[in-house]
């Protein structure tokens, strides 16, 4: 089976250029000009870039929540993901009651992704319960394709919040078996008390959400946690940062030798904190995550640090809660108790590209970067994924940039019961998705498989092992 897709404008980390692709079976078989051959399928891309599918590196697809026992919107909504243009996902793999990290993981793959998932998928591990049975599963995990592990330092009294010496045996165990160590940076003990305090005087609305968890607590543990990965050399990776302060910081370990990465997520790109206050109690707890959103200039931060190169990645750090039955727990109670979390694997591609690269904010080469390369190699799934290159998975996006609309969950519904991006007009739009040289995407409209999706393999020693100084 041969697909020819003609006359586009390719787009990659590192280049622009005009070229074919011929697409045999999976796999992109040759790139170049003027391409004959008996193809299948004949794609026409005149006007339009072609680029690799996206990779998400932060999702939490079938997640326990921590209310009334439910589990988020599950594999199967990942439909709305690929529409959205991203076609890969690294999914957060927490331990189960009673199950280690290995048998955790196998058991997400066999019982939860498999048959189910519309996007192809890797896994991160995710420290649960700190028993030292952890540390002899984490130094197998390559043995399964896994080369992450991730540590909550929030969330103090749960079972996700490590303290700082589970932290550094994590790091010191991961580094020697090649495994790249994600990090939750937020302060548990300030929280705590913040949380306490406004609630103490009254403060119980969604905004003071945000109030309890300011730039301090964010900044505090990624610094905290720099220096504990710096004392023993290890690579480390800081989830979702939401401000300059922690970008800083980062910059300066790089200066000094160290190997720090860092990803940012949409909303800290798209949604500013007033989004908190709502005219509505329901309007407003859709925006409650963690790190809380941010003022302007932090947004503003975030924009300059990808664009430069000092964060590494834009992830969505989706999480599918729903108002109903979930975040609305929290109603005549507290801020404080409504679950963290909210959807946006499907709107990464179109607030990238509407905000940043039609805006001027971000070039287009690295839009494909922040989107789809880094994730891959820092994943250990490249060039396997993230690229447009012979050899690698033909996971393709041919993308109309005139072509105008808005999101709506509506239209892409992503399993819960909003959108956090509704109404959000938007600049250019996914024709034509491929996912292994499939069409599952054809003028918006899903057209492939539940289920087509398939479990990837990811090499530890990935990019985060590298050597690297700015």
Not at 6 to 14: C, F, P, Q, R
Not at 208 to 231: D, F, G, K, N, T
Request: aromatic share 8%.
């Amino acid at each position: 089976m041969r697909t020819l897709i003609k006359n586009g404008t390719i787009l990659t980390a590192e280049n622009e250029f005009m070229a074919d692709i011929l697409i045999k079976d999976q796999i992109i078989e040759e790139i170049g000009r003027n391409i004959v051959c008996n193809a299948d399928n004949i794609i026409d891309a005149e006007g339009m870039y072609v680029f690799p599918g996206g990779v998400d590196q932060h999702t939490h697809f079938d997640a326990l929540c921590n209310v009334g026992n439910q589990d988020t919107a599950g594999y199967e909504t990942t439909k709305a993901t690929i529409v959205g243009g991203t076609t890969t996902i690294i999914d957060y793999a927490p331990q189960y009651e009673g199950k280690n990290l290995i048998e955790s993981i196998d058991f997400r793959r066999e019982n939860r992704a498999k048959g189910r998932a519309c996007v192809d998928y890797a896994f991160h591990s995710l420290v649960t319960e700190a028993s030292d049975i952890i540390f002899d599963d984490l130094r197998r995990l390559p043995e399964i394709g896994v080369s992450s592990i991730k540590v909550f330092m929030a969330y103090k009294g749960s079972p996700l919040y490590a303290d700082d010496g589970v932290l550094y045996r994590v790091l010191r165990e991961a580094k020697d078996v090649g495994v790249t160590v994600f990090v939750h940076t937020e302060n548990a003990d300030l929280i705590d008390m913040m949380q306490k305090e406004e609630i103490k005087k009254g403060n119980t609305a969604p905004k003071y959400h945000a109030v309890s968890r300011p730039p301090l607590v964010e900044y505090e543990a990624a610094q905290r946690a720099i220096i504990i990965a710096q004392s023993i050399d290890s690579p480390m990776f800081i989830a979702h940062v939401s401000c300059k302060e922690v970008v800083d910081r980062i910059r300066n370990a790089r200066r000094e030798g160290a190997r720090i990465f860092g990803e940012t997520c949409t909303q800290y790109l798209v949604l500013t904190e007033d989004k908190l206050d709502g005219p509505t109690f329901e309007k407003s707890i859709k925006y409650i995550c963690s790190p809380a959103l941010r003022p302007q200039h932090q947004l503003d931060a975030m924009w300059e640090s990808i664009q430069n190169g000092w964060l590494d990645v834009v992830a969505s750090d989706h999480c599918g809660i729903s108002i109903k039955g979930m975040k609305d727990y929290g109603k005549d109670k507290n801020f404080a108790v409504i679950p963290n979390g909210a959807p946006g694997s499907a709107d990464r591609l179109a607030m990238l590209w509407t905000m940043g690269v039609a805006t001027g904010k971000l070039s287009k080469k690295r839009f494909v970067d922040v989107f789809a390369t880094k994730a891959a190699k820092f994943n250990g799934i490249y060039p396997r994924k993230g690229t447009i290159a012979v050899g690698s998975d033909a996971d393709i996006v041919v993308f109309d940039p005139n072509l105008r609309g808005a999101i709506s969950n509506e239209t892409n519904p992503n399993g819960v019961d909003y959108n956090i991006y509704e109404g959000m007009e938007t600049i250019g739009a996914p024709k034509k998705i491929f996912l292994r040289g499939n069409l599952v995407v054809d003028d918006g409209k899903f057209v492939g498989k539940l289920g087509q999706g398939e479990f990837i393999w990811s090499d530890a020693f990935a990019e985060a092992y590298q050597n690297r100084k700015d």
